[in-house]
């Protein structure tokens, strides 16, 4: 089993649509937990940042962390065309602060006009 | 947005050639990294460094080495390149000190296709 499992899609939404994405993880011992957004062709750009369980707001952008599951979620409120992109999530453990991110695989969202 | 370079962009090159892909950040990060990407795959770390003169593999292994002479530039060398490294290469750097916060900033990425 991988440590962080994450639907590659595609999926395919309309413009103004709820996106949810979402990660399961195995580690119990994760405690930051980012979401990526990566456009075809360029690296990917650091989106939402969560540090245990909760919410967190930004904009149309929501990320919501629940522990006890080991499952962590993207939502995108009215979705845009612009939002189309892989969205890869990642986490990490606390070790001392040298600790590195571990991946999901991405799911490619694709928000039609 | 992210201060954090790479060169070159895409690159095709020969078997056996010797290949330098070249990272560069102006934003006084002291942790570097070189992730593989493969379409539709996981980032793969291949290498880190936490400072200058520090470099460690990561979790995939790879024929590649890196050095850290600088705290700014950390190239990622391939001697001979075969078909096999094709892949995309994306750098990261971060800083660390803040409450371990783990936070990325990569660059753009380096396209390489070996024939």
């Known amino acids: 089993q991988k440590e962080v499992e994450q639907d590659p899609g595609p999926l395919s939404v309309p413009e103004g649509a709820i996106v949810s994405l979402n990660c399961t993880y195995s580690n119990s011992a994760f405690q930051y937990f980012m979401w990526y957004r990566q456009y075809s062709r360029k690296g990917p750009e650091l989106l939402m940042y969560t540090y245990s369980s909760g919410n967190k707001e930004d904009g149309r952008f929501t990320a919501q962390v629940d522990k006890s599951s080991k499952y962590i979620s993207l939502f995108i409120r009215d979705s845009q065309p612009s939002d189309s992109a892989t969205y890869l999530c990642a986490m990490s453990a606390t070790n001392s602060g040298y600790s590195t991110l571990t991946f999901g695989k991405g799911t490619m969202l694709l928000v039609s006009p | 947005e992210a201060d954090i370079y790479q060169t070159p962009r895409y690159l095709v090159i020969g078997t056996g050639k010797k290949i330098t892909l070249e990272c560069s950040q102006t934003?006084?990060?002291?942790?570097m990294y070189w992730y593989q990407q493969d379409p539709g795959m996981e980032l793969h770390l291949i290498h880190y460094s936490y400072g200058v003169n520090s470099t460690e593999k990561g979790d995939l292994s790879s024929e590649s080495t890196v050095s850290r002479i600088r705290t700014e530039h950390f190239p990622l060398t391939l001697e001979s390149a075969r078909p096999s490294h094709t892949s995309q290469y994306l750098c990261a750097s971060s800083e660390t000190g803040r409450s371990h916060r783990e936070t990325q900033y990569f660059g753009p990425g380096t396209r390489l296709l070996v024939l």
């Open positions: 934003m006084g990060h002291d942790k």
